[in-house]
């Protein structure tokens, strides 16, 4: 996607719901005050998975938090959004097993700096499953290019995002789509006014 396409705002902690949906998208007068629903793109259970905005034509949603962050993302199509705390944390090499496939993990474990390329692996492979609204094992595919591919899904574009000091993110959503972000610290809660 091209960067000027990314809309990424660090918004601190002063707005949250609606009000902060509403710096992102104009919400219909209709919508204002109804709950968020909810949809899961595995079983189609409405009580669980991503947020949906509860008008037609609405863009897409996804939602990431960590330690104290939050992340919202709006597209048309396909988006998805993670962020994460980097840094020291136990079991490292676990973890890039977990994200790697052995081609990478090849590739990227002898480096001294494989801490660093880590985190914001995982971060670009999330975004892509949670986009795509998948479980697969994110040891299953690559994530090496800018338009990322999970086997038998249509590529996305994946973008870092800029994050606060401590964090990574990325962000998956189709080539052409405008993407608007929006990092808060705290919760986002985003259910009513
Ligand atoms: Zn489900």
């Known amino acids: 996607?091209?960067?000027?396409?990314?809309?990424?705002?660090?918004v601190r902690g002063t707005l949250r719901g609606w009000r902060l949906i509403e710096t992102v998208v104009a919400v219909p007068p209709q919508a204002r005050g109804l709950?968020?629903?909810?949809?899961?793109g595995a079983c189609g259970g409405t009580d669980h998975g991503r947020p949906i905005l509860p008008w037609t034509d609405?863009?897409?949603?996804?939602?990431?938090?960590t330690d104290g962050w939050s992340?919202?993302?709006?597209?048309?199509?396909?988006?998805?959004?993670?962020?994460?705390?980097?840094?020291e944390r136990p079991a490292l090499d676990a973890l890039a097993?977990?994200?790697?496939?052995?081609?990478?993990?090849?590739?990227r474990r002898g480096r001294d700096d494989w801490r660093s390329c880590l985190f914001p692996d995982w971060t670009r492979k999330e975004a892509l499953l949670k986009a795509h609204g998948l479980s697969v094992s994110m040891a299953s595919f690559e994530v090496g290019h800018r338009l990322a591919r999970v086997p038998g899904m249509p590529p996305l574009a994946v973008?870092?995002?800029?994050?606060?000091?401590?964090?990574?993110?990325?962000?998956?959503?189709?080539?052409?789509?405008?993407?608007?972000?929006r990092i808060v610290s705290g919760p986002i809660t985003p259910r009513r006014y």
């Not at 996607?1 to 660090?10: A, G, I």
């Not at 709950?35 to 899961?40: A, I, Q, W």
């Not at 097993?97 to 590739?107: D, G, I, K, L, T």
């Open 1 to 10: 996607m091209n960067e000027d396409r990314c809309d990424v705002w660090l």
């Open 35 to 40: 709950p968020l629903g909810r949809r899961c």
């Open 58 to 65: 609405a863009p897409s949603v996804s939602v990431s938090y």
């Open 71 to 87: 992340a919202l993302v709006l597209a048309r199509g396909r988006v998805g959004v993670d962020i994460e705390r980097c840094g």
């Open 97 to 107: 097993e977990w994200v790697w496939n052995p081609a990478e993990y090849e590739e």
């Open 159 to 181: 973008t870092d995002l800029a994050s606060p000091p401590g964090l990574v993110g990325a962000v998956a959503a189709a080539p052409s789509a405008a993407v608007r972000v």
